[in-house]
């Protein structure tokens, strides 16, 4: 049985940004699911096995870093990369703690988002082992 990809999942309400990196994603061979909105995303049916959450932190509605902090809540901690494009250094700083593996700043490079996921998988699977 073959093993199966990591799941990243991308939260951002920016279309262009959220289909960028679902493909950038989806080339390195991950399998990549997006989301136009946090409370799409809570009503995804493989939110457990979503490995990484890319998630933009100003939207509508719910900000990505409430979105994290409600997965925490229901028991449901994924690693998380926070993408924005207005950078905040107090948002910043309390956004970097438990299970947040990075902050980026668009426009970002995209091997500066593929090493952020690599943490973050790191991360999992680090948890995974010692479970």
């Known amino acids: ?3 199966k990809r990591p799941l990243i999942a991308i939260v951002d309400d920016d279309e262009s ?5 679902k493909g950038l994603l989806r080339s390195m061979g991950f399998d990549a699911e ?6 799409d995303f809570l009503r995804f049916s493989h939110i457990r096995r ?22 925490v809540a229901l028991g449901k901690s ?9 950078p905040e250094k107090n948002v910043r700083a309390s956004a970097l703690g438990a299970g ?3 902050c980026l700043t668009k426009p970002f490079g995209e091997q500066v988002l593929l090493d952020c996921i690599s943490s973050a998988l790191a991360l999992n699977s680090g948890e995974e082992s010692g479970s």
Request: proline share 6%; hydrophobic share 50%; net charge negative.
């Open 1 to 3: 049985m073959p093993t």
């Open 78 to 86: 994924i690693p998380t990369v926070l993408i924005t494009a207005f």
């Open 34 to 39: 997006a989301f136009s909105s946090a409370d």
């Open 100 to 102: 947040i593996v990075g």
């Open 50 to 71: 979503t490995a990484c959450l890319v998630t933009d932190i100003n939207m509508p509605g719910m900000s990505g870093l409430d979105l994290h902090r409600r997965l």
């Open 17 to 21: 940004m959220r289909e960028a990196i």
